[in-house]
């Protein structure tokens, strides 16, 4: 309820992402949608936008990529850029093959929501994998990614307006504090 954009606005609606009557009623009151984040409801942003005819500028295709971490990492292999070893992981069973494959140090995370650490296990050991097996979560569709040493974390934006000029905002770095 103290979001920035709140302070500047004449109204302001707090929800879930996922509730459609509050999007149906932002979506009536504004001339266009856009998002930020991958944790956006695609489906109901589909319903919405056909329902009202709200402009969706990033449309609403781009989340079956951004929201699914075995589609991102898919799409850009697909566009020749690098990412770390993964594998799928859906059962008990198949993490421990993932583990078998990609070795430690390895993080599993799930593939849709979570972010920040959110959704995630450190799996760096024979015991990690049994503590895991131990308190596997019902219906958790995964991933297991090697890890990867790193030197910085950064975010890169950039937008694009209905008459295709492009804008590279500046980069920033991330710095996350437990």
Partial sequence: E????GQVFDFQIVAGY?????????????????????????DVLARVQKRTGVLVPQGVKLLTVTSNRINEKNFLRTHGL???D????????????AVKEL???????????????????DINSEQD???????????L????????DFVKEISVMVSRD?????????????QHKN
């Fill in 141 to 148: 569709l995964a991933i297991l990614e090697k890890r990867v």
């Fill in 18 to 42: 996922g509730d459609e009557a509050a999007l149906t009623e932002l979506a009536e009151k504004s001339d266009l949608l856009t998002y930020e984040f991958e944790n956006v409801d695609q």
């Fill in 162 to 174: 209905n008459c295709d000029q492009v804008k590279l905002w500046p980069i920033t770095e991330n």
């Fill in 129 to 139: 994998v049994k503590n895991m097996l131990e308190k596997w979560p019902k219906n």
């Fill in 2 to 5: 103290q979001c920035p954009a």
């Fill in 86 to 97: 993964f594998a799928k992981v859906a059962s008990p069973a198949e993490l421990k093959v």
């Fill in 82 to 84: 690098p990412t770390t």
């Fill in 103 to 121: 070795g430690f140090p390895a993080i599993l995370k799930t593939v849709s929501g979570g972010y920040d650490g959110h959704g995630q296990w």
